[in-house]
């Protein structure tokens, strides 16, 4: 191991406090004190801002550096971190007087100033922890506002001088906005809690868990693989991350069962993708997508929880008949734990997360104090753990680990503000909304299928968070005038978002699982979209029909939920052509024809599609006992 200099152990220090310092800040704010939201904004940025110019340094990936280069970066970065605390200090002592001018649009030399320093800073900042892409929307966005009455037609305006364009930026409509508001608010508590998870060793108590309960069944590692990436993405809410701890693992493990190495690599991918659309945390996105709606986040989840679910079971079953189809048994024994001992181990993450569940979703607490509470909870009951207790130093860990990943999300949102305020300014949502009606004319399933064209460039390369704020501001007025509900419409833009990880050319989670599985990372994409096929289904289910999205306890839900199901099993029969063996083209044909009647919202084609899926399996499912029997 490469031996820490003066320097890196003087960087380790300051992220340790700054770390520990947002920890206490978002802690306390909605606990013992409370923060103008501007006031707090400005604290989250300054926070962020100063963690990716430390984790992310200039020239990081530069190899044989010499000293003069090692020496000249890293002043760039302190002059970065300086310019940072110069502006936000500056906003946090003149609070006020920020806020007075903003509301008036007032920009004072003073302020343009500033409003160019944290443009750049930010633009910057995206760039390090994002790459490109979204700093360049960015970039081309502020030249749109600029250059807006030489463009023609539909997209031209007026155009704006540059203090005009750096005013909205600067203010609660641009970096200061519901972007960063929503990180601040709500994501960066769920990504302690996380932290504190993994601290507590949730991915290898979730990896045991799953091996027991499927690790004997034919295909097991893959099975396991969808049940452990499944697990720990709804508390990481991250793909990527996801598809680097789990599938460390669950990848070479599928390998060696004989599963082939591009469908092990996008199992994973599909799997961990799926975290960003499991309750009960789901990703930074959706907090985003609460906030943009004014939807409660309890009822988002609640939304998502049949979609979710439907994702997840067309996953296992693509897995499951992948087995059948090469012959592939289970893990042996020996491999298999105990599922008692791994539950009991288990506890001392289950009892947070019901925690976070009940007062969610059952007392109706607010995401951020649920969260507070669970992270309590988490730690106590870690601490209780004679066996794995935490540790004051785990607690530190906690802290260091969510502030890392505060980074990613304090990059997006930072940035994507940029866009937004662009947006604002100059009515560009509008003017693509419009385009995009007029594009579809006027009729709702080619505008949603431009739209989902449109989440697919604007999100490529792009993380969820930022892909969704792009594609919501952008999409979003189109899909509601159009006649969607507001909920459904956004979520339509979330999935599709969360889908770009997975989807070709510039697909992460299907990149960063290639990289683990050795195989071609367009051919382990294109075995992704083929496995996650559901996930750019159901976003055209619940825009057609809301009740893929509703839940109650009456008939109709139990219909829709059983319909459900008959899809996610249909689509996976019908793409493998196979139940117990293989299957005629007729019958996939006619697995398609249950899909078609059991996702409109008839409540008459439901009941014939769902008796049609269960003539088709059980018929197959007969054939198999019966030549079982006549084979012993």
Known sequence: MEKKTAYDKLVQAIVIAVSIFAAFLHIGNFTVFTIPSILFYAWHLLIGLVLIFLYYPLGRKMQNKTRTQTICFRIIDWVCILLTLVVSVYIITNYETYVSNMQNNK????????????????????????????????????????????????????????????????????????????????????????????????????????????????GGPAKMAVIASGLFGMISGSCVANVVSTGAFTIPLMKRNGYQSKFAGAVEAVASTGGQIMPPI?????????????????????????????????????????????????????????????VRKGVKLFVP???????????G???MVAAIWSIAANIICSFLDKNDRMTFSDVIEGAVSAGKSLCTVVGACATAGIVVAVFSLTGLGLKFSNFIVQLGGNMLIPSLVLSMIVCAILGMGLPTTAAYIVCATAIAPALTGLGIPVLAAHLFLLY?????????????????AAGIADENPMTVGLTAVKLGITGFLLPFAFALNTDYISFAFDLQTLLTWLSGLAISYSLAISLQGYVEGKITVIERIAYLGVIVLTITASKLFSVVGIALFLALFGFRKLQAKKAAKAAA
Do not use: W
């Open 107 to 218: 920009l004072t030399d003073e302020l343009f100033i500033f409003g160019c320093i944290i443009t750049l800073l930010t633009l910057e900042a995206g760039r390090r922890v994002l790459g490109n892409v979204l700093p360049i929307i960015a970039i081309v966005a502020i030249l749109y506002a600029f250059f807006g009455d030489q463009i023609p037609g539909l997209f031209g305006h007026r155009g704006y001088s540059l203090r005009r364009i750096t005013l909205a930026i600067f203010s609660d409509r641009g970096v200061y906005g519901s972007p960063i508001g929503t990180s601040a608010n709500n994501v960066y508590l769920f990504l302690l809690f996380a932290a504190y998870l993994n601290v507590s060793h949730a991915d290898v108590i979730f990896q045991d868990i799953a091996i027991a309960l499927a690790g004997r069944n034919r």
């Open 282 to 342: 789901m990703g930074a996105a959706a907090f985003v997508l609460a906030d943009a709606t004014g939807t409660p986040y309890s009822v988002v989840c609640i939304a998502a929880i049949l979609p979710a679910i439907m994702y997840y079971v067309c996953l296992f079953k693509m897995v499951d008949l992948e087995a059948v189809k090469h012959d592939l048994s289970g893990l042996p024994p020996e491999m298999i734990p105990d599922l008692g001992t791994s």
């Open 353 to 363: 997360i019901i925690l976070l569940l009940v007062l969610m979703l059952g007392v």
């Open 365 to 367: 607490t607010t995401p």
């Open 496 to 512: 599709f978002a969360s889908l770009s990880a997975i989807t070709p050319p510039v697909a992460v989670a299907s990149y960063a």
